[in-house]
């Protein structure tokens, strides 16, 4: 069983807990739910940099990245830095997470903000809206073409835009629909943690150009974003590269000025 097999099987567990304890009716009580968002779809189509700046305290390959930082500080740091968007890990058991932190983040900032999780579950998506986000993510490798349907159709309803994470040929091929607006190339192979810029730009042309193309993962430098923008990106998902520095907001807007020149 790999990782993304664990975790899948520890969420199930986990949103059958959560709904039982908080019903879908006070989720669409709260007063974010009613909150016009903010397309990050578009904000990359009109961006330079395209820079999708993440808050994650530790992960599966890396063990710990950042305890120390409170969201707060980085979510304005990012804010201040120019960044497109901000990517809020929510998963508590894998990357330290959790709904707190994006709640925190959308008081915070005004920027799209992308809640960053494993969706097996419609009531994830109402908790995304209810929570502040801007953005679903969704995995090809752990849902049915079916699922990845349903959910965006579900998310567009909400006026949330969908961004599709895929690492292959075959999870792109199964996933492409009009109700998603982000399809985003994942780098690193989740059975083996390998990370590989080629297969971005392998994938690249198999993406239609309705679709904002995003690279995720191992961009770690200006080199890798230029290497990747004349493939078509518009979207780059950065997350340790920032957040293993004692000042990811300065990080990024360091990283993006020097994109720029």
Request: contains cysteine.
């Amino acid at each position: 069983m790999n990782i993304l097999d664990k975790i899948v099987i520890d969420k199930r567990k986990e949103v059958a807990l959560r709904k039982a304890l908080i019903p879908t009716s006070q989720l669409e009580a709260s007063v974010l739910f009613t909150r016009n968002t903010k397309s990050l779809s578009n904000t990359l189509r009109e961006s330079s940099s395209g820079i999708i700046a993440e808050h994650k305290r530790r992960s599966p390959s890396k063990a710990v990245i950042n305890y120390k930082l409170n969201v707060q500080d980085v979510a304005k740091g990012y804010e201040n830095a120019r960044v497109c968007g901000m990517s809020v890990l929510t998963d508590g058991k894998y990357f330290g997470g959790s709904l707190d932190d994006l709640i925190i983040a959308r008081s915070s900032c005004n920027l799209p903000l992308l809640r960053k999780e494993f969706i097996i579950d419609d009531y994830q998506i109402l908790e995304a809206k209810a929570y502040g986000a801007d953005v679903i993510l969704l995995i090809a490798a752990i849902l049915t073409r079916e699922e990845i349907k349903s959910f965006s159709e579900f998310a567009k309803s909400l006026q949330l835009d969908v961004l599709l994470e895929v690492h292959n040929k075959e999870e792109l091929q199964k996933s492409i629909m009009p109700s998603l607006d982000m399809l985003g190339v994942n780098n690193r192979d989740l059975k083996t943690f390998t990370v590989s810029l080629e297969t971005s730009k392998e994938l690249s042309s198999l993406i239609p150009d309705d679709f904002v193309k995003v690279s995720e993962s191992g961009i770690s430098s200006v080199e890798a974003i230029k290497e990747l923008q004349p493939y078509g990106y518009k979207g780059f998902l950065i997350g340790e590269n920032f957040m293993k520095t004692d000042n990811p907001g300065a990080s990024a807007t360091e990283f993006i000025n020097n994109l720029e020149v």
